[in-house]
């Protein structure tokens, strides 16, 4: 049994998640781990909420809550909705813990004594109106790479390049607007990840199997400009992890704390910490650590491309520069930007449709479906509610929906509510038994690679299979002048829905689970062979007639929501 960690980048703390964060993190990262685990491997799915920093504070303020009440019930909100997307972790932490406070300043700690922080006296944005330094996000203005109106003070979000704030062209504060901003001096802590770019550097270049948009992105801030740079790990804010020199003070760094980018991805290791202390597992540094146990680990994570450079280089350099026995990561799925109807979906901006949005519109199935299957993998997506009712319409009601119905009310009707008896295979059952056989070894090779695109159109495809069986066949035909023949048919193809739903279940885990339920089996076991999988339901075996699985969407519909969602949110 394969060891499998996995993780999916940890989303601020300061407001709900629109659909783009979803699809570019969360649920293709849940989407691999129902299928390793349906696929019998031992796994461990890990997430957070990140809560540190001027986010989380500016927050907290409009809502007019302390910093940590605040983070305390966004946790609990972010939590419930994940929940209802059905996202399966194992623990959903978060990186204001005592457990991610204590680690990261040994880490921090561990690497001073290795020499790879130095104090550096530098020169950062301050705002008069604000009366505190700026962090790097809360600066905007023009990229001076590529033009970019609303790059932010650390990175372009266009172009992806690294910035620093007096990079930008007329810049200004996010948080009041105004652009009296000056610079004063104060003293930091800077990470030597310029001494770690050749063994960071030969580390990706090992990595030939990872997604071109990671090792791009990658490489880019390697070798752009004057190529890795050190990165300032504190900052001058009141909420986060205290700088510590592991567990002792650090002179001249009183009241400051480390940078969420340091923190967040040291959130990983010690959400499994969590996970452990409140009595969901045991042993967690096996996960973690190669001294104990962990070689035998496969350690994938799942972000949006805008996280890449931190997790292909600054937590690594973290790892590597300690030169303790930690986990690398040893595949990193990236996605490009989903945006919507024209425009990029935007967090601070309350641009799209967000997460609990969604659920109020419609059950969580028919957004997994969809943006799975239209995940931006190889380039930008684009949400449309047009696209959205068409495809779900077609494809779960009109493909997986009809099957699942069509079966069970014409047996119910003709035989009874049990799988029934009589008839034996010919070539056509033939035939469908190797069709399903090559298109389900297509979809275990897609999902195992994370091509969760192709897999969706296989997984599509396995569906379109059992209705083409059907109208080939026309069982309700048969019925008329050979009743075993047909009896038949309908038992092959009520298997056929149970093994519908084993398959199904990474994408659409309630409609599988209506499927298993209504099958009355508990025999979730996967398909490795399609023809002993299509027996496993015997002629005599009870099953329901479910409720139909989806409902089509209508013109109203989605006509009502366009409007409702052009604008932003309040």
């Known amino acids: 049994m394969a060891r499998h960690l996995i993780t999916s980048a940890i989303p601020y ?48 303020a409009k809502a007019g809550k302390p910093v940590a009440e605040y983070c305390a019930e966004m946790h609990d909100v972010q939590a419930k909705i994940a929940e209802g997307f059905r996202l399966s972790f194992d623990h959903f932490g978060r990186s204001s813990s005592p457990q991610n406070q204590k680690l990261t300043q040994a880490f921090a700690g561990r690497l001073a004594d290795m020499g790879l922080i130095r104090e550096v006296t530098e020169e950062q944005v301050y705002s008069i109106a604000d009366g505190r330094f700026l962090p790097d996000r809360y600066i905007e203005g023009t990229c001076p790479n590529c033009g970019f109106e609303s790059a932010r003070g650390d990175q372009c979000d266009n172009c992806t390049k690294q910035l620093d704030p007096t990079d930008l062209i007329d810049a200004h504060s996010t948080i009041s607007g105004s652009t009296d901003l000056e610079v004063r ?53 009141d909420w986060g992890v205290p700088v510590k020199r592991g567990d002792a ?48 680990v496969t350690y994938t994570q799942f972000m949006g491309k805008d996280n890449v450079p ?31 109807d024209g425009g990029q979906f935007s967090t601070s901006r309350g641009r799209g449709v967000f997460m609990d949005q969604a659920l109020e519109l419609l059950p969580s199935d028919y957004w997994r479906w969809w943006l799975l299957s239209h995940a931006p993998e190889s380039s930008d997506a684009e949400f449309t509610w047009e696209t959205f009712q068409t495809d ?56 195992e690679a994370t091509e969760v695109r192709k897999a969706a159109a296989e997984l599509r495809a396995i569906w379109v299979l059992g209705n083409e069986y ?42 599988a689970a209506t499927m298993i339920a209504a099958m009355q089996t508990d025999d979730d076991s996967w398909p490795t062979d399609v023809a002993a999988a299509l027996e496993t339901l015997p002629a005599g075996h009870a ?21 409702r969602f052009a604008g932003t949110r309040d």
């Open 185 to 237: 001096e104060t003293k930091h802590l800077y990470l030597c990840q310029s001494e770690l770019k050749d063994d960071l550097a030969a580390w990706i270049d090992s990595k030939a199997d990872w997604p071109i948009l990671t090792t791009s992105i990658a490489k880019k801030w390697l070798n752009d400009g004057d190529g890795l740079q050190d990165r300032g790990i504190t900052r001058d804010l």
């Open 249 to 296: 003070e650090w002179p001249g760094m009183e009241g400051k704390v480390f940078y969420v980018w340091f923190d967040a991805p040291i959130e990983y290791i010690a959400c499994a910490q969590e996970w452990e202390d409140a009595g969901k597992g045991t042993d967690w540094e096996r996960w973690w650590r190669t001294d104990k146990g962990a070689e035998d």
């Open 470 to 511: 059907l109208q080939f066949n026309a069982p309700w035909t048969t019925f008329k002048t050979d009743p075993e023949t047909a009896a038949m048919q309908i038992r092959l193809a009520l298997n056929l829905i149970r093994i519908y739903a084993v398959l199904s279940a990474p994408f659409i885990p309630d409609a």
């Open 13 to 60: 703390i300061n407001g709900i998640k629109h659909l783009g964060n979803l699809v570019g993190s969360q649920l293709p990262a849940d989407l691999f781990a129902r299928y390793m685990r349906a696929r019998g491997n031992e796994v461990l799915f890990l997430c957070a909420t990140d809560e540190h920093g001027t986010p989380a504070e500016l927050a907290a």
């Open 392 to 447: 779900t319409n077609k494809d779960l009601a009109d493909v997986l929906g009809n099957f699942v119905s069509r079966v069970t009310k014409f047996c119910r009707s003709k035989f009874s509510e049990d799988v029934p008896a009589g008839g034996t295979y010919g070539p056509a059952e033939e035939q469908l038994i190797a069709d399903l056989t090559i298109r389900i070894r297509a979809y275990e090779t897609h999902m």
């Open 310 to 340: 931190f997790h292909t280089l600054s937590f690594p350099a973290t790892i590597k520069g300690t030169q303790e026995p930690w986990k690398l990561v040893d595949y990193i799925k990236s996605f490009n930007y989903l945006n919507y």
């Open 543 to 563: 099953f329901t007639v479910p409720e139909n699985l989806f409902r089509k969407i209508t013109d109203e519909e989605r006509e009502e929501w366009a409007e």
